[in-house]
C-alpha cells in the first residue's frame, strides 16, 4: 500500500513525514521468538518508508537491560545515518540507572555524555527505562 501525500491546507504544498520512533539495524541477527523475524535491516526500512511515504525516520538505540532483542552502539546508529543522508535522525541513550557512569541526570557526567552524544550529531535522547520520556536536544 503507498503511502498517501499530506498537503497543507494553508499551501497546498506536500508536507514531509517524519517516523518518531524506529529500531533499525546494519544486519539483524536476533530474532525476538521462534515464529518471528528480526527487527529491520537499513535497506529493509528505507523500503518501508518509500512504500509509506515516509521522508525520514527517528532511530531509538536499543542497549538497555529490558531489550528482548540484540543491543546497539551509538556508532552503528551514526554510521547508519551517515549511510543514509537526510532519511535517518539518530537519538542517543542514556540510562538514567548507570549512576555511576552518568552521574545521574543532570549531573556533569550527565552533561559531558550527553556532549559526546550531541557532538555525533544526536537530535534527541531516548531514557532507556520503562515510562520515560524522551527529550529533542536544543543546539
Known sequence: MK?????SVKTG???????CHAHVFM???????SRATTLLSM?????????????QTVILPINNAESPTEHQSAAEIIFICEKYPGRFIP???IDPRH??????AGGAKFDFILGEYKALGSKGLDYS???????ILSG
Open 129 to 135: 527505562q520503562r515510562g520515560m520520556t524522551c527529550s
Open 99 to 104: 549512576t555511576d557512569a552518568v552521574g545521574f
Open 43 to 55: 535497506e529493509q526500512q528505507i523500503a518501508l518508508m518509500d512504500a509509506k511515504g515516509i521522508d
Open 27 to 33: 544486519s539483524p541477527k536476533i530474532r525476538l521468538s
Open 13 to 19: 504544498k506536500r508536507q514531509k513525514i517524519i517516523d
Open 91 to 93: 537519538f542517543c541513550n
Open 3 to 7: 503511502g498517501v501525500p499530506v498537503q
